[in-house]
């Protein structure tokens, strides 16, 4: 399970925005991309984000 603490610290790689977790998966507020958590750890890449 991801930190809470760790998420407020992340921020979307495409535009800066807040992301959050939904379903087992980190969603931009911003922009919803939705990046992938591979292992527990939060896969911020553009290239692996989903619309
Ligand atoms: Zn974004």
Partial sequence: M???KLLALLAC???Q????L???K????RCRRVYPI?????VLL????QQ
Avoid: F, L, R
């Fill in 2 to 4: 991801i930190d809470e």
């Fill in 13 to 15: 790689p495409a535009c």
């Fill in 17 to 20: 925005g807040d992301v959050q």
């Fill in 22 to 24: 939904k379903d087992g």
């Fill in 26 to 29: 980190i969603v931009c507020t």
């Fill in 38 to 42: 591979v292992d527990g750890i939060p």
């Fill in 46 to 49: 553009v290239d692996s984000a």
